[in-house]
T-cell receptor, first 111, second 113 residues
Framework: NAGVTQTPKFRVLKTGQSMTLLCAQD?????MYWYRQDPGMGLRLIHY???????AKGEVPDGYNVSRLKKQNFLLGLESAAPSQTSVYFC??????????FGPGTRLTVT | AQSVTQPDIHITVSEGASLELRCNYS??????LFWYVQSPGQGLQLLLK??????LVQGIKGFEAEFKRSQSSFNLRKPSVHWSDAAEYFC???????????FGTGTRLTVIP
């Protein structure tokens, strides 16, 4: 039982490049979330999903897109990376909105 | 709008000393309340949660928290801190019917020998 996994762990992008972050969970959770963590700002919700095929915007959705084609996977896409998107990205999943289980994070640097 | 405030950015305590980390929330009704811990380079781990009932809740690693409605607070406590407790601690809230957590900005705990 791996819990929540994220790939890749680290990535460096140049401004304007695109990439996709993958989150996978093996706990059969309905809810999945993408957060970004920046110094002094805690975690801020980017997008979330309440079930397969559904997505919704969170607090800071601009510049990101997501897809939940399979229940166990939640993808976060950056179509045209900007230096402001340099951050640590965390995925989480849960049975309900409470008690979220977090992945280990992806450290993204955009130069 | 709901918000969470953790007034202490950084706290330093001696090993064996007691600890209290503050958390205040602003929301009309009683939300669900959580404390998470993040060790360096790791994801977040749930320490404890409050939904209803007894206002003093016990969590993992010897932590407890007390919900005080009159003060809109949910402070985290530990009677005797261990060096391994050095980490960043986040308070989070969600109100019933909502789909996401709101996190505070975190308190970094340093433990000195």
């Amino acid at each position: 039982n791996a819990g929540v996994t994220q790939t890749p762990k680290f990535r460096v992008l140049k401004t304007g490049q695109s990439m996709t972050l993958l989150c996978a969970q093996d706990m059969n959770h309905e809810y999945m979330y993408w957060y970004r963590q920046d110094p002094g700002m805690g975690l801020r919700l980017i997008h979330y999903s309440v079930g397969e095929g559904t997505t919704a915007k969170g607090e800071v959705p601009d510049g990101y897109n997501v897809s939940r084609l399979k229940k166990q996977n939640f993808l976060l896409g950056l179509e045209s990376a900007a230096p402001s998107q340099t951050s640590v990205y965390f995925c989480a999943s849960s049975y309900s909105v409470a008690e979220q289980y977090f992945g280990p994070g992806t450290r993204l640097t955009v130069t | 709008a709901q918000s969470v405030t953790q007034p202490d950015i950084h706290i330093t305590v001696s090993e064996g000393a007691s600890l209290e980390l503050r958390c205040n929330y602003s929301y009309g009704a009683t939300p669900y309340l959580f404390w998470y811990v993040q060790s360096p380079g790791q994801g977040l781990q749930l320490l404890l949660k409050y939904f209803s009932g007894d206002t003093l809740v016990q969590g993992i690693k010897g932590f407890e928290a007390e919900f005080k409605r009159s003060q809109s607070s949910f402070n985290l406590r530990k009677p005797s801190v261990h060096w391994s407790d050095a980490a960043e601690y986040f308070c989070a809230v969600v109100h019933t019917g909502a789909n996401n957590l709101f996190f505070g900005t975190g308190t970094r705990l340093t433990v000195i020998p």
